[in-house]
C-alpha cells in the first residue's frame, strides 16, 4: 500500500503469479455516447521513483506491476478491456518533488487512461494530484491528505482505502467504547501526519466526549532520540498514547523500553513498517486505524486472495503484515479503471469517473466497494477503516492479516 506515511509499504513482490477467478467482470460492449478506444493498448500510469534518495523502492514497484498485478489482470482478462490490452507504464519521480510533479506532467502528455500509483513522496502528492486533476486524468491511488474528500475540488480522485476522516471516526468510537478519558499524543512536522491526528482527535470530541489530550508533543521529523517526548507523556498519566508520525517509530519504542514504561498505543499503521520489531513486547497492547483486517484470527480468504498472499510473501520474504494491503493498493487499482472504462467502452474522463461513482456495492477480488458522487473512498463491508490489533495472532496465514479489535 502505498500511502505516503507508509513509505515500505512501497516494497513490493516480484512474482510472476495467475489469478483465475473473483474480479468483477468487464461489461459487455454496447453503444456508448462517449467517444471509442482508440486502437492500440490502454496505459494506466505509476509513478515511482527508479532514482534518487528511495530508489530502493522502484524496483521491487516495477517488479510488482509487471511481474504481478498486470499478468493476474491478464490471466484474468485474456481480452483485455474491448479487446484493448492494458499496459502498465512506469513514470520515474526521481525521489523528488520536482520529479513527481515532471511524471504527472509527462502522464498528462503521454494520455494516460488513468494512474494507478502516486508518488510515495509525501510532499509530492499533492503536486501530482493537482497536475493530473487539472487536467482531467482520472486516479485511482491511496490519497491520505483529508483535503481529497472534497469530491467538488477533486472530481477525478479516488481511493481504494479509507480517508484520514474515516479512519478518524473509527478510532474516536473505537475510544469511547474502549472507556479511555486521559490521552497523550505525538506527532512530528510533517504535515499530512498532522492532519491525520487531527482527524482522531476530531473523531475523539465527536464520538468519545469524555476523553480529552491532557498532553500533546510534537517531535522532529528526523528525530533519533524521543526520551524527552516519551518523558513528557508518561508524566502525563494517560490511560492511551497516540503516535502519529511518518518514520523514525524506533526511537519512540526504544525510550518507551528504558522507561519501563508499556501504554496502550494506537499507532499510525506506518508502526508495522518502520521499527516494527523493536516494538518488542510493546505490541501486545498496541492497536492501529488501519483497513483490510480480518474479523477473526480464524477467518477464511478467497481461492483469488489466497494465491496473491503467498505470491507476495515469497516475493518479498515474508517482510510485510497483511497482504491483503497490497491486493487492494496493486491490483484493485487497476480493477477499477478497467470497470470504469469498460462500462463505457471509452477512455473519457467524465465517463470513467461517472462509472466509478456508480459502483454501489459492488465486490473486486474480494474487497467490496460503494463509491458515489459525495464519496470518492468507497472501501466498504468488513475491510473498511477499523481498529486493528498490531501484534498477532493473523489471519490469512502467510498474508499475515491483522485483526480487528473488539472495543
Not at 33 to 58: E, F, K
Not at 278 to 302: E, I, K, R
Not at 339 to 348: M, N, P, V
Request: glycine letters at 8%.
Amino acid at each position: 500500500m502505498r500511502r505516503a506515511i507508509r513509505f515500505a509499504l512501497a516494497l513490493l513482490p516480484c512474482l510472476v503469479l495467475v489469478v483465475t477467478a473473483g474480479a468483477a467482470s468487464t461489461p459487455s460492449a454496447s453503444a456508448s455516447s462517449y467517444p471509442p478506444i482508440p486502437a492500440g493498448p490502454i496505459i494506466l500510469g505509476v509513478s515511482t521513483s527508479l532514482t534518487g534518495a528511495a530508489a530502493a523502492y522502484g524496483g521491487p514497484t516495477v517488479a510488482s506491476f509487471d511481474n504481478v498485478t498486470l499478468k493476474a489482470f491478464d490471466a484474468e482478462h485474456p481480452n483485455g478491456i474491448d479487446g484493448h490490452q492494458v499496459k502498465i507504464q512506469i513514470y520515474n519521480d526521481d525521489s523528488t518533488v520536482t520529479g513527481a510533479v515532471q511524471a504527472a506532467e509527462q502522464m498528462v502528455s503521454d494520455h494516460v487512461a488513468g494512474v494507478a500509483t502516486l508518488t510515495t513522496n509525501p510532499q509530492g502528492v499533492a503536486e501530482q494530484v493537482d497536475v493530473l486533476n487539472k487536467a482531467h486524468v482520472p486516479i485511482v491511488s491511496t490519497l491520505t491528505g483529508s483535503q481529497y474528500a472534497n469530491t467538488k475540488a477533486y472530481p477525478y480522485a479516488f481511493s481504494p482505502a479509507s480517508s484520514v476522516q474515516q479512519e478518524g471516526t473509527a478510532a474516536g468510537k473505537w475510544i469511547a467504547k474502549e472507556g479511555f478519558t486521559r490521552i497523550a499524543t505525538m506527532t512530528d512536522t510533517v504535515e499530512q501526519d498532522q492532519d491525520a491526528l487531527t482527524q482522531i482527535t476530531d473523531g475523539i470530541k465527536k464520538y468519545a466526549p469524555k476523553a480529552k489530550v491532557v498532553k500533546a508533543v510534537t517531535v522532529p521529523v528526523d528525530s533519533t532520540d524521543d526520551t524527552v517526548a516519551v518523558t513528557t507523556m508518561k508524566q502525563a498519566d494517560p490511560q492511551l498514547t497516540i503516535i502519529y508520525i511518518g518514520i523514525g517509530f524506533g526511537p519512540v519504542w526504544q525510550a518507551m523500553q528504558t522507561q519501563g514504561w508499556s501504554p496502550t498505543i494506537l499507532a499510525s499503521a506506518g508502526a508495522w513498517y518502520d521499527g516494527f520489531t523493536a516494538m518488542g513486547s510493546l505490541v501486545d497492547n498496541a492497536y492501529a486505524p488501519y483497513v483490510d483486517c480480518a474479523s477473526s484470527a480464524s477467518q477464511t480468504f478467497t481461492a483469488e486472495q489466497e494465491q496473491l498472499f503467498a505470491g507476495y510473501s515469497a516475493a518479498t520474504d515474508a517482510f510485510s503484515i497483511n497482504y491483503l494491503t497490497f491486493v487492494a493498493s496493486d491490483s484493485i487499482p487497476v480493477e477499477l479503471l478497467a470497470y470504469a472504462i469498460g462500462k463505457e467502452h471509452t477512455l473519457d474522463p467524465v465517463a470513467i469517473k461517472k462509472a466509478i461513482e456508480g459502483i454501489h456495492n459492488q465486490s473486486f477480488l474480494g474487497i467490496d466497494y460503494n463509491f458515489s458522487p459525495t464519496n470518492h473512498y468507497g472501501l466498504s463491508g468488513q475491510y473498511a477503516a477499523a481498529i486493528c490489533k498490531m501484534g498477532p495472532p493473523y489471519a490469512g496465514g502467510v498474508g499475515k492479516v491483522p485483526v480487528r479489535s473488539n472495543g
